[in-house]
């Protein structure tokens, strides 16, 4: 197969990225393509760690956050396929705590004012559109995940703990009714260990991670590898969680996570939605199984199942209220992101049915189903609303398409 990705015009990858660290819009990141399986580009510039001056590396430890969505989707389809369950099955079948939801009527102002709904199905959680929220999104229910702090940290709790405080609150809608970024991802990880019968870190080990031979991913970051754990940073002055906000022109990087201190080094709640660490090749490695077809970690059939449009339109069709990753006219969901519908719509360039998602630490990946292009950026900045950085990319990977 001859490549169609020109090494010239690649090569201003490189220097966006050198541009991108001088200007101080990131610390440090690292780009890496294939097209056809084959390496065309690695890029990296910068730091993984201001202080010390350790670059940022192909072996540099990341916080991927949402692109932890991706594999727990994958392992739920895995047991779809096996027979052990079925996507329009009740959330409640799996975990009896959400049998007697309520809803919050529209236009609520408090946590009281709720109707009758029904129980999401594990389809609607997968594509967002069960009712649940994030704390950092607006609304009456992403305020009262935000007071009890539901947002499936490394240190805070279990994962069963969790999902038994989700149940307490209502849905911020109907299920189907909107789409809306949210925890529900973190809720299917539970599903997977209720099922697995294991934690959910074994699971990913036993079904995903050892299978792949992606050796440097897991939850927790072990003191011997501390060396190559990236520091995270943000731009923001407030709350670095803010991801609603876009981050003054003008502010300094400022350090929010390090690796001494951080949460990853002791966790306790095994994050589906968002808790694994890793290195840029692991997770090429894994977009690499969806680009050729899933690696007999599901069928191809399943594959395509999965990076289809599941939603009745676009996402923004649906609308949404809620902070997202991705563009949202023009653009769709599957099994576990985002699939390119219309790219004029999405406004980014983009070949029909890519597939893609991204991490709080603006962290990216999309996989070309026209071009067989694989694509990975690591940095490590919150929120990931900070910069252009992922549209950036990907008009720079379609520039140099001859």
Known sequence: MSLTLDPARLGRIEAWAAQSVFAGRFAGLSVLIRQHGQEVIYAQAGQRDLATGAPFARETLARIYSMTKPITSLILMMLVEEGRLHLDAPLSRFLPEFAELRALVPGARALDETEDCPVPTLHQLLTHRAGFSYPFNPGVLAEAMAE???????????????????????????????????VSIDVIGRVIEVVEGKPLDEVFRTRVLAPLGMDDTAFTVPDTQLSRFATLYTRLPGNPLDLQSTAPDAAALRVYDDATGSPFRRTTCFSGGGGLVGTIDDYMTFAEALRQGGQALVSPATLRFMLSNHLPGDIASLGPKSFAEQPMEGVGFGIGGAIVIDPARSRVPSSPGDFSWGGMASTFFWIDPVHQISAVLFTQLTPSSSTPARAELKALVHGALM
């Open 148 to 182: 009890r702090d539901l947002l499936f940290k490394p240190t805070s709790g279990t994962l069963a703990a969790h999902c038994a405080e989700l149940a307490r609150l209502p849905l911020a809608f109907q299920p189907g009714a909107r789409w809306e970024y949210s």
